[in-house]
């Protein structure tokens, strides 16, 4: 079945520090890919998307590129700040399925913690 | 857009009972998903409806949960007699009925089983 694996935390950085979160996957035919931002005690936010091989999704500063020869679709920005302080997650949708089911499939999460 | 929107945002109560809890998604959006999150992992995929019809179920929405969508609008989850393992997150997402449109989520419902 469908899998995403992303690097393990908890990331703690400095403000203005370069952030990279790894993430790879694993699916049949070509899935959309996602990046979702969790807040304390909020549900998930999207963050970025890219849906087709080599798009790059882009939002608030961050970046990930969906690589399809290695399977990857890894976070980056150039700069942190405290508000940046969070769980970021990775996430694949099929993009076709028998039926109409395009459920999420998550990482298991990465803790990132900006300090000033 | 009013987002996502559940009730209640926590709920703590002792095993054996039963708790139902509602997710009203972005008024134009057709599919409405359930899952699941523990502490330190991702959300799991629980159920999924397209408009009124419930049309997957994941192996771990037991017998003791139900969901439903009665008018292809709001949607509740209940659980019967509730057990210490059924203690985590419980989050709603909408989309549009198309591929490729990201899942919105709503700020999820905390069980606490004591």
């Known amino acids: 079945g469908d899998s995403v694996t992303q690097m393990e935390g908890p990331v703690t950085l400095s403000e203005e520090a370069f952030l990279t979160i790894n993430c790879t996957y694993t699916?049949?035919?070509?899935?959309?890919l996602f990046w979702y931002v969790q807040y304390p005690g909020e549900g998930l936010q999207l963050l970025l998307k890219a849906t087709k091989a080599d798009d790059k999704g882009s939002n608030k500063g961050f970046e990930a590129t969906y690589r399809k020869e290695t399977t990857s679709f890894h976070l980056e920005k150039g700069s942190v700040q405290v508000s940046d302080s969070a769980v970021y997650f990775c996430a694949l949708s099929p993009t076709s399925s028998g039926g109409s089911n395009y459920k999420l499939t998550f990482g298991k999460g990465t803790l990132l913690t900006v300090n000033p | 857009d009013t987002g996502v929107s559940q009730d209640p945002r926590h709920k703590i109560t002792k095993r054996g009972q039963n708790v139902t809890f509602r997710c009203d998604p972005i008024?134009?959006?057709?599919?409405l998903y359930w899952y699941r999150q523990t502490l330190g992992q991702g959300p799991e995929f629980l159920t999924y409806?397209?408009?009124?019809?419930?049309?997957?179920k994941s192996r771990l929405l037991s017998d003791r949960f139900s969901a439903e969508r009665p008018k292809g609008s709001f949607s509740t989850l209940e659980i019967q007699r509730t057990e210490q393992g059924d203690s985590a997150m419980y989050l709603c997402?909408?989309?549009?009925?198309?591929?490729?449109?990201?899942?919105?989520f709503g700020d999820g419902t905390r069980l606490s089983i004591l």
């Open positions: 699916a049949t035919g070509y899935p959309s």
């Open positions: 997402a909408s989309s549009p009925g198309t591929a490729n449109q990201p899942q919105h």
């Open positions: 409806f397209q408009n009124e019809a419930q049309l997957e």
């Open positions: 008024s134009e959006h057709n599919r």
